[in-house]
């Protein structure tokens, strides 16, 4: 049986005849000039960090093109250092899938050391401070996800965790954040060398969002007096301290049964996936589409390995945003959550077999081609119309990507202003678009807040996934209408009203054809308040009412609340779609 192991990587033929390629530099040179000389480091060693950066450093390793590898941090409250690297010597097996079935099978060496960053693990933190303090670092990159940055709640006050790390001070840190600005505060104290500080997150503007909460950490600790003043100016300095804006993008769900499966039978062994307390998945494997995007503003004041040998696109700022904007806001990650929160509602498991349902491939196309690239700036580095088409035809349908739509709706409150707001307000604001003409993305927000009442379309209870409003806006949902509201709704709402939609305050059991669970429900006893949910402009990044489209969009709703395959309906009367073939639906 075949180990991943450095013990097992000396069995070449077996690893050979398994159609796994094995890494092709010397790694004790490699791990020797890391431990004397880091350049790289990154925090959040999850899925995408392994599919697509390990494996673009070991491109730049197997050519002579780098001598030293990447150090992975694993952010305080992970578990994967302990899990899933250390057990197999900081190897990963990369197993990448395309839309044929065929398996692309690569050992990844290119992590020299996996630690934690955490001031309580002590040898590990004092091994992150030496190569903070070194100069020879040059970049530390992040994909900690875009509440790893977060230090502020929804209403714009500073979290419990934020405050209790502000008081702390650097040498008790536990946020993401903390700990790095505290990291950054000895490199600072050691000679303030330069520094790329490069957010792999996908999320728009990330540069920006990092580095207004490192100097966030560092102006609050200069007020307490944990820290100098010269520490805010050293990160504010932008010929010293970098926060490039980048673009990534390669879809790498959780480790894949079928995958571990057919690892095994090749003879590989200890494939098996791990759950943490906080309930999530690795493997020393990771499975994920072959297809990749990663695009960087070319800012680094210490320099970079040459990072355009392995397939990375180097940019000005300007077409990085650009990338970026395409991507959020038109052609994937609307699409990617239209799919997520109506596959939950229609009873799916996967992205791919919701493209095979000729409704939902139409309400994907719609929001990418009709609605979303009128409104896209060409980035000239990345064919917008190529880009969607691969996504649509190539991307989404892989039935070899086992992504869920479950996966897909966590933190939906926190992307839908991005991933739909760009597109409305462009619509609102420029004058040969009509909002009037929307219906796709509508009938996505509508969707969404269907999908927020936990009842899917046959009328089933489900688990709504995680979210940190979720909370929040259900209580809004179940929160009584304005009393005044005949009296103050805009004209559009009033059309809708005129059309057939329940009274204010009538309860749901007098709806007809209402879902039982949901008639019975003692946080919906009364007809969902979804005014109170689509009137937040900060939520969804625009004002839709005052963009004409709040009414539509209640009207959407209401619909999708007639009984049972409501959803459907509704969906195949505004998208004009027929009833299709009746479809399988992974279980």
Not at 139 to 165: C, D, I, M, Q, W
Not at 227 to 256: C, Q, W
Request: aromatic share 6%; charged share 25%.
């Amino acid at each position: 049986m075949l180990e991943l192991s450095e013990r097992g990587l000396e069995q070449v033929e077996a690893w050979a005849a398994a159609g796994v390629e094995l890494p092709k530099f010397d790694r004790r040179q490699a791990a020797e000039n890391t431990r004397n000389r880091p350049r790289w480091i990154h925090f959040g060693a999850g899925n995408i960090f392994r599919s697509l950066i390990a494996k673009a450093h070991q491109k730049l390793l197997n050519q002579g093109l780098a001598d030293t590898g990447i150090l992975a941090a694993g952010t305080p409250d992970s578990e994967t250092i302990d899990r899933v690297y250390r057990p197999h010597d900081n190897l990963t097996l990369l197993v990448e899938t395309d839309a044929e079935g065929n398996l692309r099978k690569e050992i990844l060496a290119s992590v020299a050391e996996a630690l934690y960053a955490d001031p309580l693990r002590t040898d590990d933190y004092a091994r992150l401070v030496r190569v903070f303090e070194n100069p020879s670092l040059q970049l530390v990159s992040f994909t900690v996800t875009e509440k790893g940055y977060a230090l502020t709640e929804p209403g714009g006050g500073y979290t419990e965790e934020a405050l209790r790390n502000f008081e702390a001070g650097p040498e008790r840190s536990e946020n993401v954040m903390a700990v790095v600005a505290a990291l950054a505060l000895r490199r600072y104290r050691a000679g303030a060398s330069p520094l790329a500080f490069v957010s792999l997150d996908n999320c728009p503007n990330n540069g920006d969002v990092l580095r207004k909460s490192l100097i966030t950490v560092a102006k609050e600790w200069a007020i307490r007096g944990h820290a100098e003043e010269g520490f805010v100016h050293y990160l504010e300095n932008r010929s010293t301290v970098s926060f490039p804006l980048t673009m990534i993008d390669k879809i790498t769900p959780r480790p894949s049964p079928l995958i571990r499966e057919e690892l095994t039978r090749l003879g590989i062994g200890g494939m098996e996936e791990t759950t943490s307390s906080r309930h999530t998945y690795a493997a020393p494997f990771v499975n994920a589409e072959n297809a990749e995007y990663l695009v960087i503003e070319d800012d680094f004041p210490a320099g970079r390995p040459p990072l355009e040998a392995a397939g990375i696109l180097l940019a000005d700022r300007d077409t990085v945003n650009r990338t970026d904007t395409m991507k959020v806001t038109a052609c994937l990650n609307p699409l990617h959550t239209a799919l997520a929160v109506t596959g939950c509602l229609l009873g799916y498991a996967k992205i791919s077999d919701e493209m095979r349902d000729p409704l939902l491939r139409t309400l994907a196309e719609r929001i990418g081609r009709s609605e979303g690239l009128p409104v896209v700036v060409d980035p000239v580095i990345l064919s917008p119309e190529k880009f969607l088409d691969e996504v649509l035809n190539e991307r989404f349908p892989n039935p070899f990507i086992p992504d869920t739509p479950q996966r897909i709706a966590s933190d939906t409150s926190k992307k839908i202003g991005i991933r739909f707001g760009h597109t409305l307000r462009a619509y609102a604001e420029r004058e040969e678009l009509k909002t009037a003409d929307l219906v796709a993305i509508p009938l996505a927000i509508a969707v969404w807040c269907r999908y927020l009442l936990g009842v899917d379309d046959e009328g089933r209870a489900f688990e709504p996934s995680p979210d940190p409003m979720l909370d929040e806006l259900r209580r809004r949902l179940a929160s009584p209408a304005a009393e005044d509201a005949e009296s103050t709704e805009t004209a559009e709402t009033g059309k809708a009203h005129a059309a057939g939609l329940p009274p204010d305050g009538a309860r749901l059991g007098s709806v007809p054809n209402v879902p039982p669970v949901l008639a019975s429900s003692a946080l919906f006893g009364t007809t969902p308040n979804v005014r109170a949910v689509l009137a937040d402009a900060e939520l969804f990044g625009v004002d839709l009412y005052s963009a004409g489209l709040g009414g539509k969009i209640e009207k959407m709703f209401f619909d999708m609340l007639d009984g049972p395959g409501a959803v459907r309906q509704t969906l195949e009367r505004e998208l004009g779609i027929g009833q299709p073939d009746r479809k399988e639906k992974q279980s």
